[in-house]
């Protein structure tokens, strides 16, 4: 008595399309639609070429101050007081185009030398003041 469990052979499932073409063409319209919004485009006023006889400026003098670990100030290689540095700082302040300022700090230095330095530079006139990184990771 042989019994057959299984339905015939012959039945082929397909996958319903219409949900999937309905899908496909909601997707088409809302493309469709947000395409025109898309194409706005910021407009971008170009600066214009210089004249073929235009000579740039010369960069501005750089200072380069020092501070090392056991909290010495140099000025440009010199080693200074903190007092002689405030007098250079009131002088180099004065200059037209003003000198930036590069600041080199070991990283043993103290907070307290770099932050007192920081605010001497600023407090008598020095508005271009970076840091120069010299350390690798």
Do not use: C
């Not at 469709?32 to 740039?56: H, Q, S």
């Not at 090392?68 to 004065?94: C, E, K, P």
Request: charge should be neutral; glycine fraction near 4%.
């Amino acid at each position: 008595m042989a019994m057959n469990l299984g339905g015939s052979s012959d039945a082929m499932v397909d996958i319903n399309m219409t949900p999937l073409i309905d899908v496909m063409l909601v997707l088409l319209i809302i493309f469709i639609i947000t395409i025109p919004v898309m194409t706005n485009a910021v407009k971008i006023d170009n600066p214009l070429p210089p004249p073929p006889n235009f000579v740039p400026p010369p960069p501005p003098p750089v200072i380069n101050v020092s501070i090392d670990f056991d909290g010495t100030l140099m000025w440009n290689g010199t080693q200074v007081t903190r007092t002689q540095m405030q007098s250079y700082i009131l002088q180099s302040a004065q200059q037209v185009p003003q000198p930036e300022v590069h600041i080199t700090v070991d990283k043993f230095a103290k907070y307290d030398v770099v932050a007192k330095t920081l605010a001497d530079l600023q407090r008598r006139g020095m508005k271009k003041i970076g840091f120069v990184n010299n350390s690798l990771f």
